[in-house]
């Protein structure tokens, strides 16, 4: 019987992981694997804390998971937590350093266990360094590696991009392919080992291309002066007649042409080479937008290679025709949301069930995975930090 016959989908069915509750990157990174097919259970907190400002039914990095409940600062926390890491592929915790350890269910408390196990670290600075011990967020981790200051205009403060270049890109993605990576060891070799993304280091290592730029003289180090980062008049975003924007990514000459003359400057626009007259051009293209609406402009647009596209909202996104589609986004207990990502021809993924309430699992869990050790505990608590 395959995976499919027995109703489990994804590539990592079979795959169990052990999330300790947090938030942010951490939750992201298990949904991920969550998403992919793999029995995700959260260990959450007796008394909640930790989570975001969003009640525990909207919280979709928390969908396709279970969740039981074990307080690690009881006598016996780290005993029942191992019980589930000796039956589990990978572990991820989002503590500071050296907090598991003071927990009792740190790499080697828990490898005693289980050698194979995958322990994934989650952290913004790292296991070590100067900064290893010191509270952050997102906007810190990716305003050191340099990736902060290129993104925006040159006379204004840097652009923040919400929190989605060093959780999620920087952090989660990395710590999921450090995991895979990792499993895919123990699966050969028999052993597991621990799995340190730290977001500083997933961030520095986006920027590897523009590094290589740098170096080679193509890259100005001062954000809006090149390419890729609004810099040139045919890669960025302009204002149209209802106040909206259309964004433009013209980069090769081909597209460019299309561009212009679909725009109506062919015979007026400065040579796309000539850098001196980006601001001329930049000009006239931004005047041109502003002549007529959003909805005006993506007409003339759609079916051609101009590269341009409306930007639309967080809430407009759904109905665009394209994405509606290849459904890219879905509603699921009453939530749209991005569909899982990305698609796999033999394996293929799903939402499903919603948001795991917290502890709602603990019987479902216990019996799966042959814990039997799983209910709330009475005994005194322990200090962690």
Same mark, same amino acid.
């Not at 503590?95 to 322990?119: F, I, S, T």
């Not at 647009?301 to 589609?325: I, K, W």
């Not at 990305?342 to 917290?358: L, M, V």
């Given at each position: 019987?395959?995976?499919?016959?027995?109703?489990?989908?994804?590539?990592?069915?079979?795959?169990?992981?052990?999330?300790?509750?947090?938030?942010?990157?951490?939750?992201?990174?298990?949904?991920?694997?969550?998403?992919?097919?793999?029995?995700?259970?959260?260990?959450?907190?007796?008394?909640?804390?930790?989570?975001?400002?969003?009640?525990?039914?909207?919280?979709?990095?928390?969908?396709?998971?279970?969740?039981?409940?074990?307080?690690?600062?009881?006598?016996?926390?780290?005993?029942?937590?191992?019980?589930?890491?000796?039956?589990?592929?990978?572990?991820?915790?989002?503590?500071?350093?050296?907090?598991?350890?003071?927990?009792?269910?740190?790499?080697?408390?828990?490898?005693?266990?289980?050698?194979?196990?995958?322990?994934?670290?989650?952290?913004?600075?790292?296991?070590?360094?100067?900064?290893?011990?010191? #509270?952050?967020?997102?906007?810190?981790?990716?305003?050191?590696?340099?990736?902060?200051?290129?993104? %925006?205009? &040159? @006379? =204004? +403060? $840097?652009?923040?991009?919400?929190?989605?270049?060093?959780?999620?890109?920087?952090?989660?993605?990395?710590?999921?392919?450090?995991?895979?990576?990792?499993?895919?060891?123990?699966?050969?070799?028999?052993?597991?080992?621990?799995?340190?993304?730290?977001?500083?280091?997933?961030?520095?290592?986006?920027?590897?291309?523009?590094?290589?730029?740098?170096?080679?003289?193509?890259?100005?180090?001062?954000?809006?002066?090149?390419?890729?980062?609004?810099?040139?008049?045919?890669?960025?975003?302009?204002?149209?007649?209802?106040?909206?924007?259309? #964004?433009?990514?013209?980069?090769?000459?081909?597209?460019?042409?299309?561009?212009?003359?679909?725009? %109506?400057? &062919? @015979? =007026? +626009? $400065?040579?796309?080479?000539?850098?001196?007259?980006?601001?001329?051009?930049?000009?006239?293209?931004?005047?041109?937008?502003?002549?007529?609406?959003?909805?005006?402009?993506?007409?003339?647009?759609?079916?051609?290679?101009?590269?341009?596209?409306?930007?639309?909202?967080?809430?407009?996104?759904?109905?665009?025709?394209?994405?509606?589609?290849?459904?890219?986004?879905?509603?699921?207990?009453?939530?749209?949301?991005?569909?899982?990502?990305?698609?796999?021809?033999?394996?293929?993924?799903?939402?499903?069930?919603?948001?795991?309430?917290?502890?709602?699992?603990?019987?479902?869990?216990?019996?799966?995975?042959?814990?039997?050790?799983?209910?709330?505990?009475?005994?005194?608590?322990?200090?962690?930090?």
């Amino acid at each position: 019987m395959t995976v499919q016959d027995k109703g489990v989908h994804g590539p990592l069915a079979g795959v169990r992981v052990v999330e300790l509750a947090g938030i942010g990157p951490g939750p992201f990174a298990a949904m991920l694997l969550a998403d992919l097919g793999a029995d995700v259970v959260r260990v959450d907190r007796p008394r909640g804390g930790g989570g975001l400002v969003i009640t525990s039914e909207y919280d979709i990095t928390n969908r396709n998971k279970r969740s039981v409940i074990i307080d690690l600062k009881a006598a016996d926390g780290a005993d029942r937590l191992l019980d589930l890491v000796e039956r589990a592929d990978v572990l991820i915790e989002g503590y500071r350093p050296g907090v598991a350890e003071r927990l009792g269910v740190g790499p080697d408390d828990c490898h005693a266990r289980n050698p194979k196990l995958v322990y994934g670290r989650m952290t913004g600075w790292g296991q070590e360094g100067p900064l290893a011990q010191r #509270a952050g967020h997102d906007i810190g981790y990716i305003a050191i590696t340099g990736t902060l200051g290129m993104i %925006g205009s &040159p @006379d =204004e +403060a $840097p652009t923040i991009p919400a929190n989605l270049i060093g959780d999620f890109a920087g952090g989660s993605l990395y710590l999921v392919v450090g995991i895979l990576a990792a499993l895919n060891h123990a699966r050969v070799h028999g052993t597991g080992q621990v799995v340190d993304a730290a977001i500083v280091d997933g961030t520095a290592h986006l920027t590897s291309l523009i590094h290589g730029m740098l170096a080679a003289g193509g890259w100005q180090d001062r954000r809006g002066s090149n390419l890729l980062d609004g810099g040139s008049p045919f890669y960025g975003n302009y204002e149209t007649a209802d106040g909206e924007y259309m #964004a433009v990514g013209a980069l090769e000459q081909q597209f460019y042409d299309e561009f212009i003359a679909l725009l %109506g400057l &062919p @015979d =007026e +626009a $400065p040579p796309r080479k000539d850098v001196a007259r980006w601001a001329e051009l930049r000009e006239a293209v931004a005047a041109r937008f502003k002549a007529r609406t959003r909805d005006e402009w993506t007409a003339v647009f759609e079916d051609t290679d101009a590269c341009v596209a409306p930007v639309l909202s967080l809430r407009e996104a759904p109905g665009h025709p394209h994405l509606a589609a290849r459904g890219t986004f879905v509603d699921h207990g009453g939530i749209t949301q991005p569909a899982p990502a990305p698609r796999f021809s033999a394996t293929p993924t799903e939402i499903r069930r919603g948001p795991a309430k917290p502890g709602a699992d603990t019987a479902d869990v216990a019996r799966d995975w042959d814990v039997p050790a799983l209910a709330p505990s009475d005994v005194p608590t322990k200090e962690a930090d």
